[in-house]
C-alpha cells in the first residue's frame, strides 16, 4: 500500500472532486494523500470521508496545496482556471504530476502554464473519457473526408450549474474539425462562443450550448450538406468515466518526461 502512487485531489467538495475521491480510495493502483479546498471552505480541517457523508479515510482537507502536494506523485485538478494556474506552479515545486481538467481557460491562461510544463508532467484534456477522445479522432477524419459543403455545427447540452460555454469537450471536437478542414478553428468560426449564432459563411464551424437540469453531458458533432447528414454523437451518463480517464493520466504520466500532454498521449489514440 505504502508503494503506491499518492494523489492530491484539488476543489475536494465539487461534483467532479468528491467522484474523483471515491475512484482513487476504491483504486488499487493509488492512495489518496490529501485533499484541498479553498480558504474558509466549510470542509477545511474536516476528514474527507466525514465531510463526504461516510467513513473517516484519514485525510483532513486542507487550503494549503503546496504541504499536500509535497508528499503526493501527483496532483488531479477539477476547479476553475485561476485555481488551476496557482496549482500548476505548486506541482511543479512538488515535481507532482498536474492532471488538468479545469475547463474555461482562455488561451493566455493555457500558455502560462509553460514554465510548469518545464518541470514536471502536465496532463490537461477539457474531457478525460476515452469515449470523446475517441470523438475527436473520429470528428478530424470525417471533417478531412468530407469538403465544404458540408457544414459542421457542434451542439452540446449540460447540466444548469455549468459556468463555461460552450464546453471545454465542443472545443476540442471544434478543433480536430478544423484540422480535419486544414484550418484554424480561430479563423473559421467565434459562431456562438458569446452565446451569439451569426449568419453562416462557407467553411464556418458553429456552436450551440444548452444547459438544463442535471445532464452530465452530451455531444453531437452534425455535418450537414444539401440531401445528407452525418452526425457522430457521444453521451455521458456518469462522471465516472471522467475520474477514471483523470486517474489514469496520474498513473501514466509517473515515468514520462516534463512536459504538456493531452489525453490522446495518454490513451494512445
Ligand atoms: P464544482 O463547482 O462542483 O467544483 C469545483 C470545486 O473547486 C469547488 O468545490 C470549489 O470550491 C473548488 N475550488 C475553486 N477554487 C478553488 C481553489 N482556489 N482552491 C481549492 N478549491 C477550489 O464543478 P465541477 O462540476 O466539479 O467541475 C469542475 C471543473 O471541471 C469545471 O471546469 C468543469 O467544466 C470541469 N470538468 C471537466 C471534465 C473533464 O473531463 N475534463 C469533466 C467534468 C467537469
Same mark, same amino acid.
Given at each position: ?47 474527507? %470521508?466525514?465531510?463526504?457523508? =461516510?467513513?473517516? /479515510?484519514?485525510?483532513?482537507? #486542507?487550503? +494549503?496545496?503546496?504541504? &499536500? ?56 484534456? %477539457?474531457?478525460?473519457?476515452? =469515449?470523446?477522445? /475517441?470523438?475527436?479522432?473520429? #470528428?478530424? +477524419?470525417?471533417?478531412? &473526408? ?56 462557407? %467553411? ?66
Amino acid at each position: 500500500m505504502e508503494d503506491l502512487p499518492g494523489i492530491v485531489i484539488t476543489g475536494a467538495s465539487g461534483r467532479m472532486g468528491q467522484m474523483l475521491i471515491k475512484t482513487v480510495v476504491e483504486s488499487d493502483k493509488a492512495k489518496l494523500a490529501g485533499a484541498v479546498e479553498r480558504t474558509g471552505h466549510a470542509w477545511i480541517g474536516q476528514d474527507v %470521508g466525514v465531510a463526504m457523508g =461516510g467513513a473517516p /479515510l484519514g485525510v483532513t482537507v #486542507t487550503d +494549503k496545496p503546496l504541504e &499536500a502536494f509535497a508528499n503526493a506523485q501527483a496532483v488531479i485538478d477539477f476547479t476553475a482556471p485561476e485555481a488551476t494556474l496557482e496549482f500548476s506552479k505548486l506541482a511543479a515545486q512538488a515535481r507532482a504530476v498536474h492532471v488538468i481538467g479545469t475547463t474555461g481557460m482562455t488561451d493566455a491562461q493555457i500558455k502560462q502554464l509553460e514554465p510548469a510544463s518545464y518541470h514536471a508532467v502536465i496532463v490537461r484534456a %477539457g474531457n478525460m473519457s476515452l =469515449g470523446v477522445n /475517441l470523438l475527436t479522432v473520429l #470528428t478530424q +477524419k470525417v471533417a478531412a &473526408a468530407l469538403d465544404e459543403d458540408f457544414d459542421i455545427e457542434i451542439i452540446e447540452a449540460h447540466h444548469h450549474h455549468k459556468v463555461d460555454a460552450p464546453s471545454g469537450t465542443a472545443l476540442m471536437l471544434g478543433e480536430a474539425a478544423a484540422a480535419g478542414r486544414g484550418v484554424d478553428l480561430a479563423d473559421v468560426s467565434d459562431r456562438g462562443r458569446d452565446g451569439i449564432t451569426g449568419a453562416r459563411k462557407k %467553411g464556418d464551424i458553429g456552436f450551440t450550448a444548452i444547459r438544463g437540469g442535471d445532464i452530465v453531458g452530451e455531444h453531437d458533432v452534425l455535418f450537414a450538406a444539401a440531401g445528407e447528414r452525418i452526425t457522430l454523437r457521444h453521451v455521458a451518463t456518469d462522471r465516472a468515466i471522467f475520474a477514471r480517464g483523470a486517474l489514469k493520466a496520474a498513473l501514466w504520466g509517473q515515468d514520462k518526461m516534463p512536459g504538456h500532454y493531452s489525453m490522446l498521449d495518454v490513451l494512445g489514440l
